[in-house]
């Protein structure tokens, strides 16, 4: 915090120099409180007396000062205050629609009597912009702007509590870049990733992938991200699901909410050559019945219309974010 140094004054001149000071002819109080400066004896010092403490004039700090926005990740301490209950983690690269996804899970959970929360206490106090952020979340998540509300849902954990009160899960999200960068696919994860990788609560990663994603090289070097990222989950704790997002924009929709998995699936694996690899099920009973220590499921944000006022967003099927929370429910119960 910045020092104020409190300088001597003149005959005849009292000069406040704390905020927040109110001033009499011989007397200025400091932050209301029962510290006080007194020139009445002797106009050219000023003396600080405290009824507990003598403090001296040079190391008074002012208690105003905060910080509105941490522009560097590096900077920012996370707190996971509860300990008890899963993390859902949205993982994926920028512009996969992660912030999309939880706006839409949101509305459908709302819908159906569950409450959701941010978490104020996430992220530091004095961060303005996260503290704003919590108090205009429900309007974000309600605005059809889906311009406005990408662009300020930024980095934050949510609540997820059902209808008796109980909490279920907490739900993160983040700046894609920040996950995995094309432009520089082995950049390491900042602070706030690694506190979070390394708690102690189980999670449940949600690895975004598309039907048609950038190029061969970048989509193979997000593959090989995905493999470092699953070397630091907890294979006893730990869960994985693949989301397959946009896949209105494949050929794998069968009709209103159904969809071709399998051919979904094996399309995937073609474009990511190798991604379910680190996902192998190696047990040599249970890989009878399921290949993949990891599932898969579709997803459809909504649609997107552009209007005079920028791009505007229309709910899509709500039987994409039941299915995706019935196996995300699952995988919370165990």
Same mark, same amino acid.
């Given at each position: 915090?910045?020092?104020?140094?409190?300088?001597?004054?003149s005959a005849g001149n009292?000069? $406040?120099?704390?905020?927040?000071?109110s001033?009499?002819?011989?007397?200025?109080?400091?932050?209301?409180?029962?510290?006080?400066?007194?020139?009445?004896?002797?106009?050219?010092t000023?003396?600080?007396?405290?009824?507990?403490?003598?403090?001296?004039?040079?190391?008074?700090?002012?208690?105003?000062? *905060?910080?509105t926005?941490?522009d560097?990740p590096?900077?920012?301490?996370v707190?996971?205050?509860?300990?008890?209950?899963?993390?859902?983690?949205?993982?994926?690269?920028? $512009?996969?629609?992660?912030?999309?996804l939880?706006?839409?899970?949101?509305?459908?959970?709302k819908?159906i009597?569950? $409450?959701?929360?941010?978490?104020?206490?996430?992220?530091?106090?004095?961060?303005?912009?996260?503290?704003?952020?919590?108090?205009k979340?429900?309007?974000?998540?309600?605005d059809?702007?889906?311009?406005?509300s990408?662009?300020?849902?930024?980095?934050?954990?949510?609540?997820?509590?059902?209808?008796?009160?109980k909490?279920?899960?907490?739900?993160?999200?983040?700046?894609?870049e920040?996950?995995?960068?094309?432009?520089?696919?082995?950049?390491?994860?900042?602070?706030?990733?690694?506190?979070?990788?390394?708690?102690?609560?189980?999670k449940?990663?949600?690895?975004?992938?598309?039907?048609?994603?950038?190029?061969?090289?970048?989509?193979?070097?997000?593959?090989?991200?995905?493999?470092?990222?699953?070397?630091?989950m907890?294979?006893?704790?730990?869960?994985?699901?693949?989301?397959?997002?946009?896949?209105?924009?494949?050929?794998?929709?069968?009709?209103?909410?159904k969809?071709?998995?399998?051919?979904?699936?094996?399309?995937?694996?073609?474009?990511?050559?190798?991604?379910?690899?680190?996902?192998?099920n190696?047990?040599?009973?249970?890989?009878?019945f399921?290949?993949?220590?990891?599932?898969?499921?579709?997803?459809?944000?909504?649609?997107?219309?552009?209007?005079?006022?920028?791009?505007t967003?229309?709910?899509?099927?709500?039987?994409?974010p039941?299915?995706?929370?019935n *196996?995300?429910?699952?995988?919370i119960?165990g």
């Amino acid at each position: 915090m910045p020092q104020i140094n409190l300088p001597s004054t003149s005959a005849g001149n009292n000069t $406040s120099t704390t905020p927040a000071t109110s001033a009499s002819a011989n007397n200025t109080s400091v932050n209301g409180g029962s510290t006080a400066i007194n020139n009445s004896n002797n106009p050219t010092t000023s003396t600080l007396t405290n009824t507990s403490n003598s403090i001296s004039t040079n190391n008074i700090q002012a208690t105003t000062a *905060k910080k509105t926005k941490y522009d560097d990740p590096n900077e920012i301490k996370v707190i996971i205050s509860n300990k008890n209950i899963p993390i859902v983690i949205l993982f994926g690269p920028p $512009s996969c629609g992660k912030t999309m996804l939880l706006i839409r899970l949101t509305r459908y959970l709302k819908s159906i009597g569950y $409450s959701i929360k941010p978490i104020k206490t996430f992220r530091p106090a004095d961060d303005d912009n996260y503290q704003n952020l919590c108090n205009k979340f429900d309007s974000l998540v309600n605005d059809d702007d889906a311009a406005k509300s990408t662009s300020l849902i930024d980095f934050m954990l949510i609540e997820v509590i059902d209808k008796r009160g109980k909490s279920l899960c907490q739900i993160l999200e983040g700046p894609g870049e920040l996950y995995f960068d094309p432009l520089i696919p082995d950049k390491e994860y900042p602070a706030y990733i690694n506190t979070i990788t390394s708690c102690s609560n189980r999670k449940i990663w949600n690895i975004f992938v598309e039907p048609d994603w950038m190029n061969d090289v970048d989509r193979r070097n997000y593959v090989l991200r995905i493999e470092k990222l699953k070397e630091r989950m907890d294979k006893s704790k730990d869960k994985t699901i693949f989301v397959c997002n946009k896949i209105d924009q494949s050929n794998y929709v069968i009709s209103r909410g159904k969809v071709n998995l399998s051919a979904a699936r094996k399309h995937i694996m073609d474009l990511y050559p190798d991604i379910f690899n680190s996902f192998k099920n190696d047990n040599p009973i249970s890989r009878f019945f399921s290949e993949w220590k990891c599932d898969f499921i579709p997803f459809q944000t909504g649609y997107f219309t552009q209007s005079n006022r920028g791009l505007t967003y229309q709910e899509g099927p709500k039987e994409y974010p039941a299915m995706l929370w019935n *196996k995300i429910h699952k995988l919370i119960k165990g």
